[in-house]
């Protein structure tokens, strides 16, 4: 996948594009992330490498072409990170979209994930199923509810900033989801907290990603 062109004034190249370049980041890391301990819908703050990995990726953001847009799912570890990042962007106010949250974990959500197996293993076979339309006991969503929403959401959003760039900040399962819309026959690489990735989202619906994953703006201290 090429990266996105940008001219030496900064400007994307092609001025006057007729597709939505959306931006999506993932929220930086949390105590939870680094635990290995699943979040789902819970309320986790981002840890103090979060934080410097959000205040790396807002400033790498505040170097490129402007956007026009920040979007954000409402749990407080994406909302942080969002927020760090317009401040960065000339003070954009974050528009909340509790569609972009992660997967529903149901009765998985706050076990470590090791030891789901054992805690709970029908929500874990549930969550580990290849059907489509299983739900994990609890509350939890199906891939395919997950999928609905996120990337209902995301195209709302390519519709509505059709000749612009945007900032989406969301989860790791999101971008799986999202990834998935792009290309159904390709796994997704892994998913870094903070990473970069470029959709392109053209008038026909057409997907395509132009950057997957990115972590150059990483330092040796925020990784």
């Known amino acids: 996948m090429a990266t996105a062109s940008i001219s030496s004034d900064g400007d994307?190249?092609?001025?006057?594009?007729?597709?939505?370049?959306?931006?999506?980041?993932r929220h930086g890391e949390t105590e939870w992330n680094a635990n290995g301990r699943i979040q789902g819908h819970l309320e986790v703050g981002l840890n103090d490498n979060g934080r410097l990995q959000s205040a790396a990726v807002a400033e790498r953001l505040s170097k490129e072409p402007k956007v026009s847009a920040i979007y954000s799912s409402d749990l407080r570890r994406?909302?942080?990170?969002?927020?760090?990042?317009?401040?960065?962007?000339?003070?954009?106010?974050?528009?909340?979209?509790?569609?972009?949250?992660?997967?529903?974990?149901?009765?998985?959500?706050?076990?470590?994930?090791?030891?789901?197996?054992?805690?709970?293993?029908?929500a874990h076979k549930a969550s580990l199923s290849r059907c489509k339309d299983q739900e994990i006991p609890g509350g939890g969503e199906s891939i395919n509810q997950l999928n609905q929403r996120c990337t209902s959401c995301l195209q709302s959003i390519g519709d509505k900033h059709r000749g612009e760039r945007v900032v989406v900040v969301t989860h790791g399962g999101v971008m799986r989801a999202l990834h998935k819309r792009a290309y159904p026959h390709e796994h997704a690489k892994k998913v870094w907290t903070t990473s970069v990735?470029?959709?392109?989202?053209?008038?026909?619906?057409?997907?395509?990603?132009k950057l997957w994953g990115d972590v150059s703006h990483f330092k040796k201290s925020a990784v």
Request: hydrophobic letters at 45%; a negative charge; proline letters at 3%.
């Open 12 to 25: 994307v190249e092609s001025a006057g594009f007729n597709y939505a370049e959306i931006i999506v980041i």
């Open 197 to 209: 990735s470029v959709f392109h989202l053209s008038d026909d619906d057409e997907w395509n990603i």
């Open 78 to 122: 994406a909302l942080d990170t969002a927020e760090i990042i317009a401040t960065s962007c000339g003070g954009l106010e974050v528009i909340k979209d509790p569609a972009l949250r992660e997967r529903h974990s149901g009765d998985l959500q706050g076990i470590v994930r090791h030891e789901a197996a054992m805690i709970n293993p029908k």
